[in-house]
């Protein structure tokens, strides 16, 4: 499985936007997927995780009510609206996935698969 994050941009403080995580591989449908963040200087972090049928999700804090992650299994896709932005949430965001779901919430995950990031900005 190969993963590609793209929707990435400069966007101010307030406005949405919605990144993709693109899936090759017919087995992508049985992983579960998760975003991740790293902002410079700083650690990644794990912003959010959903299951591989799309029934159960899971947030960080500081995103939930403004993030929403999603599937479409039918097109390999995994997306994450960001809404409310905040200078604070930029990042180069990358998407990763793995049989278990909350492995990806874990404090060191080691998904089984990395995809490349995409780069976000929020102005204030």
């Known amino acids: 499985v190969q993963l590609q994050a793209s929707g990435g941009g400069l966007v101010q403080a307030g406005e949405p936007l919605r990144l993709s995580c693109s899936a090759s591989g017919r087995i992508f449908s049985s992983y579960a997927v998760g975003w991740f963040r790293q902002a410079p200087g700083k650690e990644r972090e794990f912003v959010a995780a959903?299951?591989?049928?799309?029934?159960?999700?899971y947030y960080e804090d500081s995103v939930k009510g403004r993030f929403t992650i999603s599937r479409d299994n039918a097109k390999n896709t995994v997306y994450l609206q960001m809404n409310s932005l905040e200078p604070e949430d930029t990042a180069v965001y990358s998407c990763?996935?793995?049989?278990?779901?909350?492995?990806?919430?874990?404090?060191?995950?080691?998904?089984?698969?990395w995809g490349q990031g995409t780069l976000v900005t929020v102005s204030s």
């Open positions: 959903i299951t591989w049928s799309g029934d159960s999700t």
């Open positions: 990763a996935g793995d049989l278990d779901f909350w492995s990806l919430t874990a404090a060191q995950p080691k998904p089984a698969y």
